[in-house]
C-alpha cells in the first residue's frame, strides 16, 4: 500500500478576550464571527485563577499553572504599586507549541498574545507589552521585545497603536496580524484580541460599549479572513476563536494588605511605602493569593492563617473561604509561592494596595474602579468559548465541555504535533473522520490524521 502524503494544514488562532458562551446568539448576528461559528463551538473551562496570562499560556502549552509556572497576570512583588507582568516568554516552564513546532519546522508567529515577549522560538513576535509612562516609552519596550522580523511590523503599524488614556491595542494587531498572513503566510499565528474584555471592566458585562467592541472585533475578523483569501491560504487553514474567562460584575473592592497592616504584618515608612512585611496579598481579581515571607517562621505563619480564619468568620470582612495551596493543586492543578488563595464573596475584588481604605463599595461615592472582573474559581458563573472551523473540522458539532488546555492539545493533534506531559485532551468531536486514500489498484492505504 501507498501512503499519501498528509496534506498541508495551517492554524490560526484568535483570542476574543472575555467572550463568554453567552455572547455566541448576538456574535451569530455579525457576519465574520458567523462564519467561524459554523464550525463546531461550545464551553471552555478556565484553569485557575481565571485571568489573561495564566489562561492564555495554557493555550500554547497544555498545562495547567503548575506545569508552566504563570500563576498569575502580575508577578507578586509586595510594596510596589504597579506590578511587573509576565510578558517574558522566558518565564514559562514548559514547552510550548511555538517551541514544538519549531523543532518540526514550521514558520510561527504571535501578535499580541501574552507571555510571548523575547520568545526564544517565534519566528515573528510582536508580544503583549506596554509601559505606564506613554506611547514612546512603550513602542521603545514592544521594539525591545520583539523578534527581529517582528520589529519590522512595529514599526510599519506603530501609527495604529491608540494611546489616551491608556493602550489600545486592537487596531494595531489586526493590521499587523493581517500583514503577516499575507506577506510572510506562517504555518501557525496566534493573534489576542482585548477589546471585549476592556470594555466589560470599563462598563460593566453587557453593555452598549460591550455590543460595539464586539462589532469592531468583528470587523477586524474580516479582514483577517481576507487577508487568508489574498494569500491563497484560507483553504488549508483551520481558524480557532478562543477566549479565556467570563466576568463578574464587581461590588465592591478589598485591600486585604490594609488589613494585615493594621495587624503588623504590613510595615509602612514614615512616607507610607511598604517598609518591611510578613505576610501579603496579592490580588487576582476576584482572588487574592496569599504569600509569607520566604524568612518567615512557623509561629508567623500559624498566626497569618489565624487572621484569615477570622476574615472568613467575620461578615464585615467581604472573603467567604480560604483553599489551601495543597488544595488549589489538587483540584486546579495550581502552584505558585502562596500559602494558598483567599475566595471573595461573590463580587468582590481583590487590591494589591495597602493604603487607604480597606473596603471601597460599588455605590461609595469614592468608588472609580472597575465594574466588572474575573480571577473566579473555574467553574463558577459564565464559561468562555471555543469555536473552529476549516478544513480538519466538523461543522455544526457542539462541544458539550472542554479545558483551555484541550484546546492547546487539539491545535498540536492538528499541526502533527505532541505536547509532553500535557494535561488535556484532543477534542475529537469536533475533528473531521481521517480520510481514506486508495493505491494505484484501487486498495485502501493507511488512513490520514485529520
Sequence with gaps: ???????????????????SVVDVPFARTLPHFARILEGSWGTAEAIYPSVTYPNHTSQTTGRTADGHGIYANEKVTPGERIPDWFWDARDIACPTLFDLAKEQGLSTAAVGWPATGWSPSLDIAVPEIWDRAGLEPTLAVLREASTLRGREYVDRHAHEIGWD????????????????LRTDAPDVLFLHLVDVDSARHATGRFTAEVKEAFERVDGWLGELLAALED??????????IVSDHGHVEVGRVLRANALLGRQGFVRLDADGEVSSWDAWVHGCGLTGQLHLHPEAD??????????????????????QAFHPLTDMHEDYGWSGPFLGILEGV?????????????????????????????????????????????????PGRRITRCTVTDEAVTFAHLLGLEIPDADGRVVEEILRPAPVHQDAVGQEAVPQEA
Design 165 to 180: 488614556r491608556k493602550h489600545r491595542f486592537g487596531r494595531f494587531n489586526t493590521a499587523v496580524a493581517a500583514d503577516i
Design 298 to 319: 512557623e509561629t508567623t505563619r500559624e498566626k497569618v492563617l489565624a487572621l484569615v480564619e477570622d476574615w472568613v468568620a467575620d461578615p464585615e470582612v467581604p472573603v
Design 231 to 240: 494569500a491563497g491560504t484560507a483553504a488549508e487553514t483551520d481558524i480557532a
Design 1 to 19: 500500500m501507498t501512503e499519501t502524503a498528509r496534506p498541508r494544514r495551517r492554524l490560526l488562532v484568535i483570542s476574543v478576550d472575555a467572550m
Design 346 to 394: 461573590s463580587g468582590t475584588a481583590f487590591q494589591n494596595l495597602w493604603d487607604g481604605r480597606w473596603l471601597i463599595d460599588r455605590f461609595d461615592p469614592e468608588y472609580e474602579f472597575l465594574l466588572s472582573q474575573h480571577g473566579h474559581l473555574p467553574e463558577q458563573d459564565i464559561q468562555a468559548v471555543f469555536a473552529m472551523t476549516g478544513p480538519s473540522i466538523e
